[in-house]
């Protein structure tokens, strides 16, 4: 038991009584105040439990966040990367398809030449009159050597051979592949416009090219001089489409089926 002294007449009194023997004043009622009182420091804890709480939530919601973020831009790399990837596939694609085109054109290009030269020369030595073992056949009768009247006879003659029809099928026949490969490049990938329109270009000259050996029209002079003209201009595209078509793209072989 300890001494206290009363608040109200200052007595030195026990601090087990409910009131104080000299004047009364009760302390029970303190006894409750303090019990009353107490409660308040649990409330108190509960708040900063409360806010601990609130932090934990708030760091999750940023790692949540963070997360978000790191994926998003991870799925736009990637896609940056299969879009990279399938650009370069159509560029190489595509630079493969002008090599078509062009071995095509220099093939039937090839082949017209040769006609077309036959045919200048048979012209003009069934006009001339002169013998050539490579165009007799078509300029002299066979069985007394004579020149033919008309030229046109030793063209007839020329364009109804067997090998000549075979030669016109070729050229026919590439004339048909080159407009399957300038077809498919209707739609160059970006930095090949370019090489396009060349290509545009060079497929209409040999168009004209090889249909002119394969219908000659007008006079000797006339077509020799035409002949010479397209002939030029369709080598002319050709090498200038060569020189305009770039390097293609190293692709590793793990990345060509995806």
Same mark, same amino acid.
């Given at each position: 038991m300890a001494l206290i002294n009363c608040p109200e007449c200052d007595k030195e009194i026990s601090d087990k009584v409910k009131a104080c023997p000299y004047c009364g004043f009760p302390f029970i009622n303190e006894v409750e105040n303090l019990q009353e009182q107490s409660p308040q420091q649990v409330e108190l804890t509960g708040v900063n439990l409360k806010k601990q709480l609130n932090w934990k939530w708030i760091i999750i919601g940023l790692a949540i966040v963070i997360i978000g973020v790191i994926i998003v831009f991870s799925s736009q790399y990637l896609k940056q990367q299969k879009a990279q990837r399938d650009y *370069?596939?159509? &560029? #190489? /694609? $595509?630079? @493969?398809?002008?090599?078509?085109?062009? %071995? /095509? =054109?220099?093939?039937?290009?090839? *082949?017209? *030449? !040769?006609?077309?030269?036959?045919?200048?020369?048979?012209?003009? #030595?069934?006009? $001339? !009159?002169?013998?050539?073992? *490579? =165009? @007799?056949? $078509? =300029?002299?009768?066979?069985?007394?050597?004579?020149?033919? +009247?008309? &030229?046109? /006879?030793?063209? #007839?003659? %020329? &364009?109804? +051979? /067997?090998s000549i029809i075979s030669k016109i099928s070729d050229i026919k026949e590439y004339q048909v592949t080159a407009k399957d490969a300038i077809e498919k490049l209707q739609n160059p990938p970006t930095g090949l416009e370019t090489c396009y329109d060349t290509a545009t270009n060079m497929y209409a000259a040999f168009l004209s090219f090889t249909n002119s050996a394969i219908n000659p029209t007008g006079s000797l002079q006339s077509y020799n001089q035409d002949r010479r003209t397209k002939t030029d201009t369709f080598l002319d595209l050709y090498n200038k489409l060569e020189a305009q078509i770039p390097e293609k793209f190293v692709i590793e072989e793990k990345d060509r089926g995806k």
């Amino acid at each position: 038991m300890a001494l206290i002294n009363c608040p109200e007449c200052d007595k030195e009194i026990s601090d087990k009584v409910k009131a104080c023997p000299y004047c009364g004043f009760p302390f029970i009622n303190e006894v409750e105040n303090l019990q009353e009182q107490s409660p308040q420091q649990v409330e108190l804890t509960g708040v900063n439990l409360k806010k601990q709480l609130n932090w934990k939530w708030i760091i999750i919601g940023l790692a949540i966040v963070i997360i978000g973020v790191i994926i998003v831009f991870s799925s736009q790399y990637l896609k940056q990367q299969k879009a990279q990837r399938d650009y *370069e596939l159509s &560029f #190489n /694609t $595509y630079i @493969d398809d002008l090599f078509l085109l062009r %071995l /095509t =054109t220099i093939g039937g290009g090839a *082949e017209a *030449e !040769e006609l077309s030269n036959l045919t200048a020369k048979v012209w003009a #030595n069934s006009i $001339y !009159e002169k013998a050539d073992p *490579e =165009t @007799d056949m $078509y =300029t002299r009768v066979s069985i007394t050597g004579r020149f033919n +009247d008309d &030229f046109n /006879t030793s063209l #007839n003659r %020329l &364009f109804s +051979d /067997t090998s000549i029809i075979s030669k016109i099928s070729d050229i026919k026949e590439y004339q048909v592949t080159a407009k399957d490969a300038i077809e498919k490049l209707q739609n160059p990938p970006t930095g090949l416009e370019t090489c396009y329109d060349t290509a545009t270009n060079m497929y209409a000259a040999f168009l004209s090219f090889t249909n002119s050996a394969i219908n000659p029209t007008g006079s000797l002079q006339s077509y020799n001089q035409d002949r010479r003209t397209k002939t030029d201009t369709f080598l002319d595209l050709y090498n200038k489409l060569e020189a305009q078509i770039p390097e293609k793209f190293v692709i590793e072989e793990k990345d060509r089926g995806k």
